[in-house]
């Protein structure tokens, strides 16, 4: 079989790639990745014989008509992801999440390459006061990038409902763990604290996030590519959730710094107060259960960048101002 998964050389797209070829009977991989700012080869070394990496764009009909031809199934990851980045520009959201996957799904139509597995993001049903969202909630986005994802979401279904091809779509919870690129806020805490600098802390630090290993949310999305239903969508969650404040507690503790490294800075524009995704579907129909321990798993994170820093500080020079 020849799996084509686009985005791997991202933080997610990476770990799942990596974690089938180390299986006993991995498929044929190919990788379409444009290699944006997040994007970056060292996620997928070593080189594998059953790898192939293609260096293009999702919005390129021209080859990404050429890839699904050769294809056999489709793992989505690619997008554009940073709520930040898509309120100071919304522009490049909606051309790779929304045109780029509607280039994929054309694509993956005229060649009947199924199932295609969409990954999203519990984003897409904006804050969620009391209890937990379900997959058949109304998607009410807050940010331009979780607009765009939710707009993808409805695509990739739409071509389920309309042209029957085997569309499966997974929203995830908040994702931590090693090679994650540092804007996000566990990996970017860290980093920082690391080096002696001083971390953000959004408004009062109220907002309420579930945590997700990205070890689980792969295993998860592999469950939904070979045991989920066409048309169907599955919650990927956690099971912790933090305040960010309290996670920037932890984070500190076990970086051994205290509160005069954190600044309070102003609430970012349309801030969801909490996100909260239920799992029941993935773990009723497909026996999804996290594996990992949060407080285990966010110390071998923590000690995964301390002893990484040839992979996070290239990156973070890259990204500096001049």
């Not at 985005?7 to 990788?31: C, E, K, M, N, Q």
């Not at 080859?63 to 919304?90: C, P, T, Y």
Request: aromatic share 8%.
């Amino acid at each position: 079989m020849n799996l084509l998964v686009t985005g791997a050389a991202g933080f997610i797209g990476s770990h799942y790639v990596r974690t089938l070829l180390a299986s006993d009977a991995p498929p044929r991989i190919t990788v379409l990745d444009k290699l944006t700012y997040a994007g970056t080869l060292t996620n997928l070394e070593p080189a594998h014989p059953r790898l192939k990496f293609v260096h293009g764009d999702i919005r390129d009909a021209e080859l990404v008509d050429k890839l699904m031809a050769e294809a056999d199934q489709v793992v989505h990851f690619a997008a554009e992801s940073h709520v930040d980045r898509s309120i100071d520009g919304a522009a490049d959201f909606v051309l790779t999440n929304v045109l780029g996957t509607q280039t994929l799904l054309d694509a993956a139509l005229r060649y009947r390459v199924e199932p295609f597995v969409h990954v999203s993001t519990d984003e897409v049903y904006g804050s969620v006061e009391t209890g937990s969202a379900t997959e058949d909630d109304p998607l009410r986005p807050s940010s331009p990038y979780s607009a765009s994802k939710a707009s993808s979401d409805l695509l990739a279904l739409a071509h389920h409902r309309t042209h029957g091809l085997d569309v499966r779509v997974t929203r995830c919870s908040n994702n931590y763990g090693p090679h994650q690129f540092p804007e996000k806020v566990v990996p970017l805490f860290v980093t920082n604290l690391l080096d002696g600098a001083k971390v953000p802390l959004y408004g009062d630090g109220r907002n309420v996030r579930d945590w997700l290993h990205v070890d689980d949310h792969c295993h998860g999305v592999e469950l939904v590519r070979t045991q989920g239903r066409p048309g169907e969508v599955y919650n990927i969650g956690g099971g912790t959730e933090l305040s960010n404040r309290d996670l920037t507690g932890l984070l500190l503790e076990a970086c051994g710094a205290d509160w005069d490294s954190v600044t309070y800075v102003e609430d970012r524009k349309g801030h969801d107060l909490r996100y909260s995704v239920d799992w029941t579907k993935a773990r009723t129909e497909l026996g999804y259960h996290p594996r990992h321990d949060f407080t285990a798993g966010l110390a071998a994170t923590i000690a995964w960048y301390r002893e990484h820093r040839a992979w996070w500080e290239p990156l973070k020079r890259r990204e500096e101002p001049g």
